[in-house]
């Protein structure tokens, strides 16, 4: 996680980015026609050839709703289903399968704790502790929830540098302190927050904590056992998996504890128009057709990120880091958002005198893809005293080529704009 880790990719063995780069078709396809250097990862990764076979076969050959049939298809689907939730149970060290929910997506699991958990344990004047750097999916659901039950929103500051005090933090936990909802890895400033740390002060306080692991899943090997959080969030889209599918991991006796969160098919025991009684966690909060085929794709990414080694993708990606702040720093009127000394392969950052609306813009012309924008954390733009910022964001098939060109894209930028 560190970015202090040396040793360059391109002549080791376990790491071979060339290989990598070509099992991404749109990498491949795209580079005939136009030098592709994909910087958004952070707001969707792309996907491998493993992945992509893995889905269609899976509709070709073995596609049926869940849960329902007796036939020989149906059953296959459902192996195919209920195995994803296995393989994603293991890659977080979830001690049940059960504690394994799939959703539409981070936002929807989010919404499942705030609905939940939220509607039922939250009271009037109960609190609520986020981060200042949190995406709007941790923002929003907190304050409809708020809305709704009279509970409150606290806010932990980020300084300068993009860090939280844990100081400051643990002054903030009262005995009304009900929920911490914070997030792994900011997708703004790439800081790495201390979650461990949070979670055994917040425990020692009595109170649940949420973590959301959109970004920091991706970054660094997740043991939920041993982070102890009550619940971890996850999103298909930014691991390489599919978009249309979501994690919510939490722990079993709480999620027994927890209404459901919608009703339908699938989650019902018996059901009359008097009352209907439920099934178990996670099937419970799982009403409806769930996204059948996008979580077989998700854990297929998993064990195609786990065949190449989560902790050799760390290392690429924390050393990509490094050269690409240092290339960064090097042009003058350029300054960088977020400078933790824990922080992953996000880098924010604005230049003097151009809109990083025009700087993507320019950029694109050049192969270039960058994020431009609020990155979907309005609050944290504000208090940074800027509407918007560039976002490049790392994955594990970007290369020194993709930072090379994404500095000369702003020399380039600089020269004709300023
Ligand atoms: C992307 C992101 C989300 C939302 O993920 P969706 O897949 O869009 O629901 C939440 N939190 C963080 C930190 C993110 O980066």
Redesign the pocket.
Known sequence: MNVAVAKVESDSTTFNIEAIRREFPILNEASEKNSVHFLDS??SAQKPDYVLKKMDEMYRTGYANVHRGAYTLSQLATDAYEGARKTVATFLNAESVDEIIFT???????NLVAGSFGRAFLEKGDEIIISEM??H??IVPWQLLGEATGSKLKVVPVDQDGNISIDTFQSMLTNKTKLVAV?H???VLGTIVPVRQIVELAHANGTAVMI?G??GVVHSKVDVQELGADFY?F????LYGP?GV?VLYGKKELLNKMPPYEGGGDMIEIVTFEKSTYRDAPTKFEAGTPPIVESVGLAAAIEYIENIGQDNIEIHEDNLLKFATSELQKIPGLSIFGLSERKAGIISFNVEGIHSHDLSTILDSRGVSIRAGHH?AQPLMKKMGVEATARASLGLYNNKEDIVALAEGIKFAKEILT
Do not use: L, P
């Not at 999103?235 to 930014?238: I, L, M, N, P, R």
């Open positions: 952070g707001a539409r997506s981070a936002t929807g699991a989010i949190e995406h999916a941790n997030t890895m900011s997708n959301d959109a970004q969030v999103t298909g889209h930014k978009s979501g979907c």
